[in-house]
């Protein structure tokens, strides 16, 4: 069953949430800087520029993955329940990230564990998105008629794919921390490609018949 009433409040919720997620991965480095003693900005900049990269790091993630959310919607005007849990889930991870993050911070971007829970949060984050999507595009009622028939799940299959294998690299390859990461790059061309030649295929058909 779709509901209407409320959507407003699921998507406010999101933000809510987002807004302290993001607030949550500076609060470390407000601390420490608080202590800073008779250090210069410059030797602090210095001693915290790996917590720093990771802020940044986590803040553009973030940043993505709410884009990612915006996008998909903006193109509904309505939920189930299903999605709503499944929205929770993808929130929960958002709100976590910001844990592993610290962890980083405090050991280094190398550590096989670290590393694997901060990109196994993200791998369970786009598969929270994939899962959305997928509820989304078999649910033509949720949609806008202005998109009805037009969404596709290629968006949310190719970052979910590449962000499994970025784990797979992180844990299986001693040494390569974060690194595994830059799959990510490669991840968004091919979806590019899948999405233009999934768009151009529905117009041969649509010019077809």
């Not at 993808?90 to 592993?100: G, K, M, R, S, V």
Request: avoid cysteine; charged fraction near 15%; glycine fraction near 6%.
């Amino acid at each position: 069953m779709v509901y209407k009433r409320g959507y407003d409040r699921l998507v406010n919720l999101s933000d809510a949430v987002i807004a302290i997620a993001v607030t949550l991965l500076i609060l470390p480095l407000v601390d420490d800087a608080g202590n800073i003693g008779s250090a210069s900005p410059a030797e602090f900049l210095a001693d915290h520029s790996e917590q720093l990269f990771l802020f940044v790091l986590s803040f553009a993630v973030i940043a993505d993955f709410w884009l990612i959310h915006h996008r998909l919607y903006r193109s509904i005007d309505g939920y189930t329940i299903p999605m709503v849990w499944v929205n929770f889930v993808w929130l929960l991870t958002i709100a976590f990230l910001p844990f592993p993050t610290e962890l980083l911070g405090q050991s280094s971007g190398s550590n096989t564990v670290t590393a694997a829970l901060y990109i196994g949060t993200m791998v369970v984050t786009t598969y929270a998105g994939l899962v959305q999507q997928l509820i989304i595009v078999r649910t033509p009622e949720l949609q806008l008629e202005s998109v009805r028939g037009s969404l596709l799940l290629s968006p949310a299959l190719i970052p979910a794919v590449a962000m499994t294998a970025a784990l797979i690299v992180a844990v299986s390859v001693p040494g390569v921390g974060l690194w595994a990461l830059l799959i990510l790059f490669f991840s968004g061309f091919f979806e590019r490609q899948w999405v233009r030649r999934s768009r151009a295929r529905g117009k041969d058909k649509a010019s077809i018949s």
